[in-house]
């Protein structure tokens, strides 16, 4: 009998240890550490000789400088006509202001088109995610195609290019999550809405 219990106590031990270590690796807290600095902090933009505002917002931080969490709205299900739905954030923003990588990874596409105008799409590290910046203004001097970039780094500025109003610059911001073997112009948007105002 109290062989048993000793037994029971030794598994009861075991298991919280083993629980307090899971809890505690270091994957686990690394998100929620960098939720919670809210505030800009200026960096300067390389080759603009400009301070920006990066504002970090769980994993990813906010793609237009100088913005923070509650100046954002969820436009993500709203309709665009002919059957369509955004599929995106639009973050409204002066034209001109920074727009900036809102994850880390590569230039796969520059590319101008009819309802996106100037376009830029990365893929994060990894290859399961792009993230997509359209309506810009401009692209970032010395921007190219596979060329790598770092969280925060200016890739070009707010504008109306494509069919944005001219009276309404913003940055159309999406996050498409990629199939393998799956190219710029595919995958399946979700929602950067929340990822965005996480705290
Ligand atoms: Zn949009």
């Given at each position: 009998?109290?062989?048993?219990?000793?037994m029971l106590l030794l598994v009861a031990v075991v298991g919280y240890v083993i629980w307090v270590i899971i809890l505690n690796l270091p994957g686990n807290d690394a998100p929620?550490?960098?939720?919670?600095?809210?505030?800009?902090?200026?960096?300067m933009g390389a080759g603009t000789g400009k301070t920006i505002e990066v504002v970090r917002s769980g994993p990813l931080v906010i793609p237009v400088a100088g913005i923070v969490?509650?100046?954002?709205?969820?436009?993500?299900?709203?309709?665009?006509?002919?059957?369509?739905?955004?599929?995106?954030?639009?973050?409204?923003?002066?034209?001109?202001?920074?727009?900036?990588?809102?994850?880390?990874?590569?230039?796969?596409?520059?590319?101008?088109?009819?309802?996106?105008?100037?376009?830029?799409?990365?893929?994060?590290?990894?290859?399961?995610?792009?993230?997509?910046?359209?309506?810009?203004?401009?692209?970032?001097?010395?921007?190219?195609?596979?060329?790598?970039?770092?969280?925060?780094?200016?890739?070009?500025?707010?504008?109306?290019?494509?069919?944005?109003?001219?009276?309404?610059?913003?940055?159309?911001?999406?996050?498409?999550?990629?199939?393998?073997?799956?190219?710029?112009?595919?995958?399946?948007?979700?929602?950067?809405?929340?990822?965005?105002?996480?705290?």
């Open positions: 009998m109290i062989r048993k219990i000793a929620r550490t960098m939720a919670t600095s809210p505030a800009p902090v200026a960096r969490a509650n100046q954002l709205t969820d436009t993500f299900d709203d309709a665009r006509g002919e059957g369509r739905i955004h599929d995106a954030i639009d973050i409204m923003a002066p034209r001109g202001t920074p727009v900036i990588a809102a994850a880390a990874g590569t230039v796969e596409k520059l590319f101008e088109s009819k309802l996106g105008g100037t376009t830029v799409y990365i893929r994060r590290d990894g290859g399961q995610w792009i993230d997509y910046y359209a309506h810009l203004d401009a692209y970032a001097p010395g921007l190219t195609e596979g060329q790598k970039v770092p969280q925060g780094h200016m890739i070009g500025t707010v504008g109306s290019t494509g069919d944005a109003s001219p009276e309404a610059p913003h940055l159309h911001y999406a996050i498409n999550a990629m199939a393998p073997g799956e190219g710029w112009w595919q995958g399946k948007a979700i929602n950067p809405y929340p990822l965005l105002t996480r705290r």
